[in-house]
Every structure is written in C-alpha cells, then in structure tokens.
C-alpha cells in the first residue's frame, strides 16, 4: 500500500485547509486510516483516525472540534478537514493506515507541512 499527502501550506490564524491522503496497492486490507503530526522539537501525535468503513472515528483533545476526519472509499482517499487553524497546528501532518488488529501503523505516507501564521 501506498500513501500520498497532499493539501498542506501556508495560512493565517483563524484560517481554513483539507488535506487528503490517497492510497493505492493493495487497499482492500486497510482497516484503518489516520492522520499524525509532528513540530519541531516535539513527539508525534495522533491527530485522527477513521475506520474504512466509516463507523468509528477519533480525534486527538487539541484538535476536537475543529479538524474532521472523512473519506470516501471509491476514491481511495481520506481528507482532514482543518477548520479555526492555530500556530499551534503548525506541523509535518503524516497520515497512516493499519490493518484490523494491528496495534501498530503498517503503512505511512510522506508528509506535508502545515503552517499557521499569527
């Protein structure tokens, strides 16, 4: 399975950006798609997650009603709707994707900056 990023980029506080993550192989096996970010300095974080089937998702406590995890299965893809930006969201966003049962992310997807200017 391959992931591609796409959607990040520069914008104000307060601002808006979707990003979207395509994948492509064998993508009957994933079970579950997320997004991660990283700043500098600082740990990974799980920012959202969806099942393929789209009956679960979750959202990390700093982004909790602003950001939405979608995706459409004819498509291949999940989007990371990112709504009310803060400096804070300032990151390298990575998504993800798992099997059912695994405990750990199988496959990952190079990353795409975001950047939240005051």
């Known amino acids: 399975v391959q992931l591609q990023a796409s959607g990040g980029g520069l914008v104000q506080a307060g601002g808006s950006l979707r990003l979207s993550c395509a994948a492509s192989?064998?993508?009957?096996?994933?079970?579950?798609m997320g997004w991660f970010r990283q700043a500098p300095g600082k740990e990974r974080e799980s920012v959202a997650s969806?099942?393929?089937?789209?009956?679960?998702?979750y959202y990390g406590d700093s982004v909790k009603g602003r950001f939405t995890i979608t995706r459409d299965n004819a498509k291949n893809t999940v989007y990371l709707q990112m709504n009310s930006l803060k400096p804070e969201d300032t990151a390298v966003y990575y998504c993800?994707?798992?099997?059912?049962?695994?405990?750990?992310?199988?496959?990952w997807g190079q990353g795409t900056q975001v950047t939240v200017s005051s």
């Open positions: 993800a994707a798992k099997w059912e049962g695994d405990n750990n992310w199988r496959y």
């Open positions: 192989g064998r993508t009957f096996f994933i079970g579950i």
């Open positions: 969806i099942r393929w089937s789209g009956a679960t998702e």
